[in-house]
């Protein structure tokens, strides 16, 4: 027995030593394997089980932010997603569909979390002017002092919107847990902390070309999370703040960057973004987010005479926030509804709407 | 006359507040000890948590060798010193685990199954997670791989 515990220690301690950063998939797998087959002798124990064990102790990070990553609806939180311990792989896939007054944003894509270290995402946003295209496209024609009836192609291609026009990009993100436990650390007032980054491209290029703004951009984060099991009322609560270092505009639906009047910027704002949870029981969570965005300059003046009250027009933008439930009916599912208010998109005010996710883990 | 009159009611709602208040006031004194149905509850709860851990193939291989009626009494005193039950622990948790191997998910296992137990004697949730709050920094004496 003595001699099989010590196998069972060096064993972990190669495993351990093999958990850093950059390690690799399999290897984290196989170091899980070795240790389920180790502790639990007979009968032969499920692997796979094992491997992907729900390790979390608070359904917590089993919520996606629509850039993929884990969090809330729309900001990123520090905490690692799925259920991962640091001896376990595990991920997670969401859907997200939000109803706007005029637009509706789809949203799918998943993340992978090694040893509640490091997480990868991907994200693919569809946003979709429906009918609102025509209504933008009259607006254009108005802002160029145009009759209503001015035949379609006056106008450059890619400000034609139509009645089916989606504004696409894709994310791939990745983050990374820099210091602490947000759940564990009971005994300190020191939030998990965890940095991430965000690469967006967008697929409407002739589009985002004309608007003087670029296709592709980046988003650098620096998270803080803190859950108190015994929080408000003697419930988990939850808090977390995040700076963002980002040029992205409308997160990046309309491109990077904006124009100034010598031609492109590509200066980078820092944006603060919180969000708070309530656990009404272990299965249900309530709270809200608050994500402040840059405003940047698009379709300026000096690009196309005329275009400048337009430019404006579009350039005005609104912070993000939204109000939300989550419920988890098992720990491995999670179905988000929400109210969102994200402002003004594309000239189009009031861009509220309900918002519905559902994110699975394993 | 009005005076006194209010003077009288006064004294009457006093009377009756310290009235409806005072069993709670008592209970007040044993904080969360007394939400879990105080000794006998808390054997109850140990005794259900215990039987989880043993039934839980994430975790029981790590009890073959325990000797449980020693662990169970174990847990009481500790959970009792945790919650204001008076009862004094003074094992050292860090020693107790060192060579076990415990991982976080056997750790969080353990948790789940406790809570699954408070869940089942009807312990008030606020209690429920002061005793969650109060073992999960263990993680860092527990949790050795």
Redesign the interface.
Known sequence: MKKNQRSQAEMRLRCAQSAGFAVVVAAAAQCNMAAAQTIAPEPAPDIMAHVFDMGGLVTTGAVTAVGGAAGGGIVPWALIGGYTTQDQVGGTAFYTHVFLRNYQLATYGGLFALSDRVEISFAHQDFQLGGTGNTLDGKIFTALGLPANTPQDLLPHSLQFGGHYNLNQDIIGVKVRLYGNAVYDQDSYIPEISAGYEYHHNENVSFLRTIGTKPSGNEYYLAATKVWLNGIFGHYTMATATLDFTNSIQNGLLGFGGVGPKGPKAGYHVEPEFAVGYWINNNLVVGGEYRFMPHYQVLADHQVPGYGPLGDALSKSSDWKDVYVAYFPVKYLSVTLAYADLGVIASEKNQNGVYISATASF | MSFSTLGRALIAAATLSVTAVSPYAAQADTSYYSEFGARPGMNAVVKDFLANVLAD??I???FT?ANIPVLDASLVNQFCMLEGGGCTFNENMKAIHQ?L?V???????L??DL?KSMMAHGV????Q??L???L??M??DI???
């Open positions: 193939p994430r029981s291989a790590y060798n060579n191997g991982t976080q998910a056997a750790f969080n296992a948790a789940e809570q008030p949730l606020p209690a997670n002061d969650l709050a109060k999960a920094p993680e860092h949790v050795t791989k």
